[in-house]
């Protein structure tokens, strides 16, 4: 079993940055894919970017060249930084976590991102 416990969620401005936090119950190097991903309302869970164990990223098309996925190992967290935020990203943002494949086996309560103005 794998908690993930999801934080810095919230309301920000157009072209605004936010950063969320997502701390796992046990070591991330166990895990073999740990990220992010978001469900705007009426559409289906889209992946945003995720961590690999073997220190590869992955990065959705509406994320790349403004948000970047970071760990922190000695924590067992990974973070999102947003940067650049449009009102398209508004969504409930989820922490997932993989054991073994590259589909989440574990997901997190989620956090609100509210993008406007």
């Known amino acids: 079993q794998v908690q993930l416990v999801e934080s810095g969620g919230g309301l920000v401005q157009p072209g605004g940055s936010l950063r969320l936090a997502c701390a796992a119950s046990?070591?991330?190097?166990?895990?073999?894919?740990m990220g992010w991903y978001r469900q705007a309302p009426g559409a289906e869970r889209e992946l945003v970017a995720v961590?690999?164990?073997?220190?590869?990223?992955d990065y959705g098309d509406s994320a790349k060249g403004r948000f970047t996925i970071a760990r922190d190992n000695a924590k067992n967290t990974v973070f999102l930084n947003m940067n650049s935020l449009k009102p398209e990203d508004t969504a409930v943002y989820y922490c997932?976590?993989?054991?073994?494949?590259?589909?989440?086996?574990?997901w997190g309560q989620g956090t609100q991102v509210t993008v406007s103005s």
């Open positions: 046990r070591s991330i190097y166990s895990l073999n894919v």
């Open positions: 961590s690999m164990r073997g220190g590869g990223t």
């Open positions: 997932g976590a993989a054991l073994t494949t590259t589909s989440p086996d574990y």
